[in-house]
T-cell receptor, first 114, second 111 residues
Framework: DAGVIQSPRHEVTEMGQEVTLRCKPI?????LFWYRQTMMRGLELLIY????????DSGMPEDRFSAKMPNASFSTLKIQPSEPRDSAVYFC????????????FGSGTQLSVL | ELKVEQNPLFLSMQEGKNYTIYCNYS?????LYWYRQDPGKSLESLFV?????AVKQEGRLMASLDTKARLSTLHITAAVHDLSATYFC???????????FGTGTSLTVIP
């Protein structure tokens, strides 16, 4: 299995631009999570999906952030418009819920908003 | 919201020494996970602890869980440089599927 696949690995953009991060979970996993990691705030859960349905998006910082999961094998996290304070590493993780299964993390997207 | 606290936040230790990292959490849970993150890399699962008194060991690392005290420990025996990394504990609530991560402990093993 290829594991959780995220793209792009690095993204550099200018303030005000739209940014889209992509994630392909492990096949067969039914839960998908988006985390943001910064030095100041550590690992923050932004949103998680179960069976493609958003269950908890209370961690999404503002309306500028949105996430979708149109099918079991793909999710996006979009920031529009982006701001410098959005600069962080964004991780996607997946798991098989209901079985005490651990999270499997992707390699992350390093986002820099100038 | 479930709170997860780790201490220490930073740990510098000499090779060959022993030390323990502590993970406290605020509400009832019997699912505790330990992860390792190398600089610039993703998180890698180390241990899954699913019941009170659970103990898991791999190499120089041993993790334990006390659900009554809401405490997990990660014990390092005879540290080596390769163990230098940031270690996170995470707790999953009894109902639901959110994973809450601790602040992380940055471990540096000095030759």
């Amino acid at each position: 299995d290829a594991g959780v696949i995220q793209s792009p690995r690095h993204e550099v953009t200018e303030m005000g631009q739209e940014v889209t991060l992509r994630c392909k979970p492990i096949s067969g996993h039914n839960s998908l999570f988006w985390y943001r990691q910064t030095m100041m705030r550590g690992l923050e859960l932004l949103i998680y999906f179960n069976n493609n349905v958003p269950i908890d998006d209370s961690g999404m910082p503002e309306d500028r952030f949105s996430a979708k999961m149109p099918n079991a094998s793909f999710s996006t996290l979009k920031i529009q418009p982006s701001e410098p304070r959005d600069s962080a590493v964004y991780f996607c993780a997946s798991s098989l819920s209901g079985a005490n299964e651990k999270l499997f993390f992707g390699s992350g997207t390093q986002l820099s908003v100038l | 919201e479930l709170k997860v606290e780790q201490n220490p936040l930073f740990l510098s230790m000499q090779e060959g020494k022993n030390y323990t990292i502590y993970c406290n959490y605020s509400t009832t849970s019997d699912r505790l996970y330990w992860y390792r993150q190398d600089p610039g890399k993703s998180l890698e699962s180390l241990f899954v602890l699913l019941s009170n008194g659970a103990v898991k060991q791999e190499g120089r690392l041993m993790a334990s869980l006390d659900t009554k005290a809401r405490l997990s420990t990660l014990h390092i025996t005879a540290a080596v440089h390769d163990l230098s990394a940031t270690y996170f504990c995470a707790v999953s609530q009894e109902y639901g599927n959110q994973f809450y991560f601790g602040t992380g402990t940055s471990l540096t093993v000095i030759p």
